[in-house]
């Protein structure tokens, strides 16, 4: 994926305080106005290449949260925070880091378990891809998807939770000297953006299965056949997967002719490719996470 190169440029991030911190500032107020809108995308969770996307996203993201770290670092905000007898938006920001890296590794686990079973289920297809037995295996990757899904169902909710949290909660500002107000301002607002592109993730993985109760998949498969990419476009990578292989275990449990799983294992190893990059770009974010919170710290040290 395009989004590969970019997220290994963002795990070496330039140092530089040339810039002074209120043209640092402007750069992360601009940028944060656009990333508002990215994490809410229409259509992320079912469009095809909506990895991709979110991706670039997490991209993005974890590039403003450096960039918001060295004015954090600047000695313009400590000389600022020495001077500051009101502390409180501080101690916050370090709450609502404890509360995001929560979630954050709570995801990046679901990210995990959905790898290891892609790349499980891919090594079961080039065994025995045309041996009956597959359909245990691919038996096991549609409980474990049933299974993911409720875990990202309760993943949500406490994302929900956490959002209701930061629209709630508000701390007194008009004491606050101007330039920690925008610094204390941009961070709130990128943990907002965070949560929302988290949101985008879970919804992305769980991506929910067409499926009616009269001819179940049978019938789908008539009314939605897989081929063309305008069909296509209807699942995205992880729902393209669902569908082909519930379609591939209904052959191998009529026994319906030669079992080829060459279609699968190609839509297969686009995913495992998709979840690789989304990992590799969440794992930037989460370490990006962890050095705010770790400047944060730093600045109430005396």
């Known amino acids: 994926m395009a989004g590969s190169s970019a997220v290994h440029a963002v795990n070496v991030p330039v140092r530089s305080i040339s810039l002074p911190s209120r043209l640092q500032l402007n750069s992360i107020e601009a ?18 290449g909506g990895g991709e996307t979110i991706c670039a996203g997490f991209t993005r993201l974890a590039k403003l949260y450096n960039n918001i770290e060295l004015v954090i670092q600047s000695p313009h905000t400590h000389r600022a925070l020495h001077h500051q007898q009101n502390v409180k938006p501080v101690e916050e920001a370090l709450d ?3 509360r995001l890296l ?7 686990d679901l990210i995990t378990m959905m790898k290891a079973q892609v790349q499980d289920l891919q090594s079961a297809l080039r065994r025995r891809g045309q041996d009956s037995s597959i359909g245990n295996d691919i038996h096991a990757y549609i409980s474990f998807r049933k299974k993911l899904k409720r875990n ?3 993943s949500l909710g406490v994302l929900k939770r956490l959002e ?79 569908f082909t ?7 191998v ?36 996470l962890i050095k705010i919170r770790v400047s944060l710290l730093n600045t109430l040290t005396p």
């Open 164 to 242: 209701c949290y930061n629209n709630n909660v508000a701390f007194p500002l008009f004491d606050l000297d101007c330039h920690l107000l925008r610094v204390v301002k941009s961070l709130k607002q990128s943990n907002t953006v965070a949560t929302s592109m988290f949101r985008s993730l879970l919804s992305f993985i769980s991506m929910p299965v067409m499926k009616t109760k009269a001819g179940g998949w049978s019938l789908i498969s008539k009314l939605i056949p897989v081929t063309g990419d305008r069909n296509q476009k209807l699942f995205n990578e992880v729902g393209i997967v669902d």
């Open 152 to 154: 990202i169902a309760k």
């Open 253 to 288: 449990r009529k026994n319906d002719g030669k079992i080829d799983a060459r279609v699968e294992l190609r839509r297969l190893e686009t995913l495992s490719a998709t979840i690789e990059d989304l990992e590799q770009g969440f794992d930037c974010l989460f370490r990006c």
């Open 245 to 251: 292989l519930y379609k591939l275990h209904r052959r």
């Open 96 to 98: 609502d880091s404890v």
């Open 31 to 48: 940028e944060l106005n656009e990333l508002k809108t990215f994490g809410v995308l229409p259509d992320l969770q079912t469009t095809r």
């Open 102 to 108: 929560d979630v954050c590794g709570t995801t990046r």
